[in-house]
């Protein structure tokens, strides 16, 4: 997994990985059911991620106990930590400080 709904809607492009850790063991042959599960029991979520991708200023991984899935919980927690840090509370776009530096011009000498 890498998230890329959360990427998808953001001013900036975010670099990461989603996964999950299971915390108790399944037998083989049995499949994943979260019904039957305690919800202590339940697989951890994670992402580990920095952005902007083109120009990292910020990396950030979170953990969402029992969370169970790393792309649509512990990634939308990294985006809102990543949206505080880089972008204007006002108008919404990235600052100034962490915006790409243009490309010099080229001298005509």
């Known amino acids: 997994g890498t998230a890329r709904k959360v990427g998808d809607s953001s001013v ?11 915390v108790v063991a399944i037998k083989q042959g049995e499949k994943y ?6 919800e202590r029991h339940r697989d951890h979520a994670l992402f580990v991620g920095f952005a902007p991708a083109n120009n ?4 950030v991984a979170v953990m969402v106990e029992n969370g169970e899935s ?22 919404g776009q990235l600052k100034a400080e962490f915006a790409m530096p243009k490309p010099a ?3 005509q000498r």
Do not use: C, F, N
Not at 33 to 38: N, P, T
């Open 12 to 22: 900036y492009r975010i670099a990461g990985k989603s996964g999950t850790a299971q």
């Open 33 to 38: 059911d979260r019904e039957k599960l305690q």
């Open 70 to 91: 790393g792309s649509g919980v512990a990634a939308p927690v990294v985006k809102q930590v990543m949206d505080a840090w880089l972008l204007d509370k006002e108008t």
């Open 56 to 59: 990292p200023q910020i990396a």
């Open 105 to 107: 011009e080229v001298s």
